[in-house]
């Protein structure tokens, strides 16, 4: 398993244009096996399982690309455990760190959050959030997409 790094954010503001930024929608649901994704870039649409391990900021990961066939049927298996969002990919300015920004939709609409994933530990304790970054929410739990995929918004903010 590789390590994922990252620091997520609470947005109340968004940088502005932002809705013009290279951006991808992703449909995400949870099951016993892992985490299923489908991400739609223009016309074309990807799958993934992902196991992750761990929470917080590091946390291991194993993603795996699969099969239409394969996400419908673990798709039928969340049980309605899913979010919807858009993401938007908004390059930080002097780095080569990209903020991802995720716009919410269906019953967790109205929510933002913004990630940033890091190369190491270090880079990540260094980041200084931008100026339209709100609170950071990376060790609530309540923020973690499989929450919010069971428990929407409600228990939230």
Not at 52 to 80: H, L, Q
């Amino acid at each position: 398993m590789a390590l994922e790094i990252e620091r997520k954010f609470l947005v109340k503001n968004p940088p502005e244009g932002f809705q013009y930024m290279d951006n991808e929608r992703i449909r995400q649901g949870y099951t016993e096996a892992g985490r299923i994704r489908e991400i739609t870039k223009g016309n074309k649409a990807r799958y993934f399982v992902t196991v992750k391990k761990g929470k917080g900021m590091v946390r291991e990961e194993e993603e795996n690309e699969v099969g239409i066939e394969v996400f419908e049927k673990m798709w039928d298996e969340s049980g309605g455990k899913t979010i919807e969002k858009t993401r938007y990919l908004i390059p930080i300015s002097g780095t080569s760190l990209k903020a991802e920004l995720d716009v919410y939709g269906g019953r967790c609409s109205g929510l933002m959050t913004c990630e940033v994933e890091f190369p190491d530990e270090g880079a990540a304790m260094a980041f200084k959030p931008l100026e339209w970054f709100g609170r950071e929410v990376t060790d609530d739990e309540r923020y973690s997409n499989r929450y919010l995929s069971e428990f929407g918004i409600s228990n939230v903010n």
